[in-house]
T-cell receptor, first 111, second 113 residues
Framework: GENVEQHPSTLSVQEGDSAVIKCTYS??????FPWYKQELGKRPQLIID?????GEKKDQRIAVTLNKTAKHFSLHITETQPEDSAVYFC??????????FGTGTRLTIIP | SAVISQKPSRDICQRGTSLTIQCQVD?????MFWYRQQPGQSLTLIAT?????????ESGFVIDKFPISRPNLTFSTLTVSNMSPEDSSIYLC??????????FGPGTRLTVL
């Protein structure tokens, strides 16, 4: 089955700086890669996703890149704000049509 | 996206008892899923709730422990049976939102004493 690794587990950045979270996957049949943001005590929220036929996707301050050859994808947040503080999860939809999640990154924005 | 609700939002239960969690969606959806999120951990798929047939369980999860019902396209239940403290977790349902997307319910925080 699919295996998704996520790094770093914790990340602290100064407000206004950029944050990058990286994930790798194992199943070459995976073709859909969502990112979720989970604030404390809340449900995971889908913030951006990318499909295997696209290399990069951007939505305002967040962007995701995908390297299918290397089987890795990354989340980029620019001009970080305090409300970006949360746990972020990457995921991959494998050939079995099921989402496998990474272990999560706790992002802290320092004012 | 669909509006998803779960009941109860939280519960504290005694060891050996069972709890049934409900998931309601405001529109018909083909795929519904149940996940477990242990404290400080990631999300692990328990099973896919299939309408009109038995749920499909992931490795490590069995029907006797986590029976699931899916009576129609807007509702599903997950029962956590014969609970032990190790079952203390957040249980989340999710629904397919089209084009492979999944949206999560608010979760049920379960504490087993």
């Amino acid at each position: 089955g699919e295996n998704v690794e996520q790094h770093p587990s914790t990340l602290s950045v100064q407000e206004g700086d950029s944050a990058v979270i990286k994930c790798t996957y194992s199943d070459s049949a995976s073709n859909y890669f969502p990112w979720y943001k989970q604030e404390l005590g809340k449900r995971p929220q889908l913030i951006i996703d990318i499909r295997s036929n696209v290399g990069e996707k951007k939505d305002q301050r967040i962007a995701v890149t995908l390297n299918k050859t290397a089987k890795h994808f990354s989340l980029h947040i620019t001009e970080t704000q305090p409300e970006d503080s949360a746990v972020y999860f990457c995921a991959a939809l494998g050939g079995n049509e099921k989402l496998t999640f990474g272990t999560g990154t706790r992002l802290t924005i320092i004012p | 996206s669909a509006v998803i609700s779960q009941k109860p939002s939280r519960d504290i239960c005694q060891r050996g008892t069972s709890l049934t969690i409900q998931c309601q969606v405001d529109s018909q959806v083909t795929m519904m899923f149940w996940y477990r999120q242990q404290p400080g951990q990631s999300l692990t798929l328990i099973a896919t709730a299939n309408q009109g047939s038995e749920a499909t369980y992931e490795s490590g999860f069995v029907i006797d422990k986590f029976p699931i019902s899916r009576p129609n396209l807007t509702f599903s239940t997950l029962t956590v049976s014969n609970m032990s403290p190790e079952d203390s977790s957040i249980y989340l349902c999710s629904v397919e939102g089209g084009a492979d997307t999944q949206y999560f319910g608010p979760g049920t925080r379960l504490t087993v004493l």
